[in-house]
């Protein structure tokens, strides 16, 4: 559904996209494809990671690491990768809990397990229809990105721009991942609250 | 400080205040007594507790369990406890990581401890200053509050009305405590971003 979301986005705005799943033929990887015109196209995560100049990790957060390995760190080798996973572990019943949090986060751990990748965290902390479409949601209200590369995040930092965003916030390096995969509870307390996601987080100061 | 600027506050607005300290002549509540005039008085924990028809636990999340085994079941029993502790555990360096989160929290843990105490959790995500002068943050900002009993979320309610609050989110029952506590790495993160705590939450919708 976010890989979706983003490369329906992207693919209106001119990019290339190539979706990247566990099998060459992905059925809903086909279907996306179909839909999305001549610059849609679908293969295995290792093509999909050896085709982009920026790469998005869209899998589920307790699978990303399996994911990126089965994409292949010479695939991804010096690019920017945009985390936009949250690691939530649905496997001991509702609500979830974070299978990573509080001394570590998703990540940091994909950015350790690829020291040659420039990991962005972004985009994680709102549903997927506000990450392309910021206007979902009326006022003011904040999308936050961190990593390690100043570089890599102004890359992201203009691609959130294309995608309407008018408040990017840079936390810092991608220990900052930690605040922002444990601000998923509270979101989904109030996805049950509000019933709809076409809300987001907003700091107000 | 969260004590002081909360007892202060409640002090303006007509109430009367007893600081609870470990020992009975603390200093700091001895000090803040004097300044806040007839309506303010210290005492221990046991003393505190007795004494308020609603109590504010905020003591350090850490020792939060032991200050309110000092202040006595027998003297909280069927009250409203406002618990504004967050379980910040400083002793592995900086950022803090939450000694309780994911799976459990500290308004969990303290709701269970103490059963018949009508816990409610709120005012825990933002600097003191901010929880008695909403107004120091421009714009729309929200506080959280949750709770297993509906009447207490009602005085609660009351209180920060009275405090200058204008959006009260109601989240649910304490479970949702994982949620307001597990924001304060974000929390910190923008604290060391803006380089002062008078900002806040809000949820754009």
């Given at each position: 559904?976010?890989?979706?979301?983003?490369?329906?986005?992207?693919?209106?705005?001119?990019?290339?996209?190539?979706?990247?799943?566990?099998?060459?033929?992905?059925?809903?990887?086909?279907?996306?494809?179909?839909?999305?015109?001549?610059?849609?196209?679908?293969?295995?995560?290792?093509?999909?990671?050896?085709?982009?100049?920026?790469?998005?990790?869209?899998?589920?957060?307790?699978?990303?690491?399996?994911?990126?390995?089965?994409?292949?760190?010479?695939?991804?080798?010096?690019?920017?990768?945009?985390?936009?996973?949250?690691?939530?572990?649905?496997?001991?019943?509702?609500?979830?809990?974070?299978?990573?949090?509080?001394?570590?986060?998703?990540?940091?751990?994909?950015?350790?397990?690829?020291?040659?990748?420039?990991?962005?965290?972004a985009l994680?902390?709102m549903?997927?229809?506000v990450m392309v479409e910021p206007t979902?949601?009326?006022?003011?209200h904040d999308v936050?990105v961190?990593?390690?590369?100043?570089?890599?995040?102004?890359?992201v930092v203009n691609i959130l721009k294309s995608f309407g965003w008018e408040s990017i916030v840079?936390?810092?390096?991608?220990?900052?991942?930690?605040?922002?995969?444990?601000?998923?509870?509270?979101?989904?307390?109030?996805?049950?609250?509000?019933?709809?996601?076409?809300?987001?987080?907003?700091?107000?100061?």
């Open positions: 559904m976010v890989g979706g979301a983003l490369g329906s986005k992207l693919i209106r705005l001119g990019h290339e996209v190539k979706m990247g799943s566990r099998t060459a033929n992905n059925e809903k990887a086909v279907g996306w494809a179909k839909k999305n015109g001549d610059h849609a196209s679908f293969g295995t995560f290792a093509d999909a990671a050896s085709f982009g100049e920026v790469v998005f990790n869209c899998t589920a957060g307790t699978v990303s690491l399996a994911a990126l390995n089965s994409a292949g760190a010479s695939n991804l080798k010096g690019k920017v990768l945009v985390d936009v996973a949250n690691p939530l572990d649905f496997s001991k019943g509702m609500p979830p809990t974070l299978s990573v949090c509080n001394s570590d986060s998703l990540g940091e751990q994909i950015q350790r397990a690829l020291p040659s990748v420039k990991v962005v965290k994680n902390t549903n997927c229809s979902l949601v009326p006022g003011k936050f961190c990593g390690n590369d100043s570089q890599a995040k102004t890359t840079d936390l810092g390096d991608i220990t900052a991942a930690r605040g922002t995969e444990m601000v998923l509870p509270m979101w989904l307390r109030l996805l049950g609250l509000y019933q709809t996601p076409h809300f987001n987080f907003r700091i107000a100061r």
